[in-house]
Nanobody, 124 residues
């Protein structure tokens, strides 16, 4: 049984930082490209940042570039998202998932490997 558990969310002021973590069990972690996705109330989900199985390739959505860094530790079956210079518009539920589709313009989640999310709230 696949289990995906996110942690690290919270309430921070604008300009602050958070590091999200995601631990995956029940599958061979380094067989999968992984990503962070978010959904704000009333908005469609969006891919924030994705990373290939080896860590050699990365995708970041435009608003995340230069502020968010995705990384992974395959020995620990763990995915990370370091978020700096947070803005109120980053407020959302953040989810960790395997990647089903990855293009130059987007990455999409595999809902078969998807966590319950961790809330990030950035105050102005």
């Amino acid at each position: 049984q696949v289990r995906v558990v996110e942690s690290g969310g919270g309430l921070v002021p604008a300009g602050g930082s958070l590091t999200l973590s995601c631990t995956v069990s029940g599958l061979t972690f380094d067989d999968y490209s992984m990503g962070w996705f978010r959904q704000a109330p009333g908005k469609e989900p969006e891919g924030v940042s994705c990373i290939s199985w080896s860590g050699g390739s990365r995708y970041s959505e435009d608003s995340a570039k230069g502020r968010f860094t995705i990384s992974r530790d395959n020995h620990k079956n763990t995915l990370y998202l370091q978020m700096n210079s947070l803005k109120p518009e980053d407020t959302a539920m953040y989810y960790c998932a395997a990647v089903s589709v990855w293009t130059n313009l987007k990455c999409l989640p595999d809902l078969n490997v998807w966590g319950q999310g961790t809330q990030v709230t950035v105050s102005s």
